[in-house]
């Protein structure tokens, strides 16, 4: 996509690293934790983010907090809360692939908790349809993606 925006491939490939640079970290983590290869992490990790936005999540409370102190000691709190469900979702994820592939196993998360991600999907779609969403928004979001049965859930 870079490359036809024309980017040369080195420049495109670098761009596409650095959009990642946030996430790398996260993902090695789970590689070392899990024991599972890179590239299992980083199909789950990643692979997460088409149930859950959690980009979108990150980037909105990271930009809304911009300006007040307080509100931005609230987002860094919401950002590693958000970072902590994604983490242990995904790690739950990766374990139960042992017994299966990961494909298999993200199939199995997304059936056995098809109604815990259409409400939290179901929140992301009202607080994007909002004006001027405030933090108490995604508080309820990060808060909601956090629950026990999203983050512990036996796949």
């Known amino acids: 996509m870079h490359e036809s925006a024309g980017l040369n491939s080195e420049s495109a490939e670098q761009l596409v690293t650095f959009r990642y640079v946030d996430e790398l970290l996260p993902m090695a983590a789970l590689a070392r934790e899990t024991g599972?290869?890179?590239?299992?992490?980083?199909?789950?990790?990643?692979?997460?983010?088409?149930?859950?936005?959690?980009?979108?999540?990150?980037?909105?409370?990271?930009?809304l907090a911009a300006e007040d102190h307080w509100d931005q000691r609230a987002a860094k709190i919401l950002?590693?809360?958000?970072?902590?469900?994604?983490?242990?979702?995904?790690?739950?994820?990766?374990?139960?692939?042992?017994?299966?592939t990961i494909e298999d196993a993200m199939?199995?998360?997304?059936?056995?908790?098809?109604v815990?991600?259409?409400?939290?999907?179901?929140?992301?779609?009202?607080?994007?349809?909002a004006e001027s969403p405030s933090l108490s928004a995604f508080v309820i979001a990060v808060d909601t993606v956090?629950?026990?049965?999203i983050t512990e859930a036996i796949i």
């Not at 599972?36 to 930009?63: C, H, K, M, Q």
């Not at 983490?87 to 374990?95: D, E, G, K, L, T």
């Not at 199939?107 to 098809?114: G, L, M, S, T």
Request: hydrophobic fraction near 45%; proline fraction near 3%; charge should be positive.
């Open 36 to 63: 599972a290869s890179t590239e299992a992490v980083g199909t789950v990790y990643l692979g997460l983010a088409e149930e859950i936005d959690f980009p979108w999540l990150r980037t909105n409370v990271e930009t």
């Open 79 to 100: 950002i590693a809360r958000l970072e902590q469900a994604r983490s242990r979702i995904a790690s739950n994820v990766i374990v139960a692939a042992t017994e299966a």
């Open 107 to 114: 199939q199995r998360f997304r059936r056995k908790n098809a």
């Open 116 to 129: 815990d991600l259409s409400r939290i999907r179901n929140i992301i779609a009202e607080i994007r349809a």
């Open 146 to 149: 956090n629950e026990p049965q």
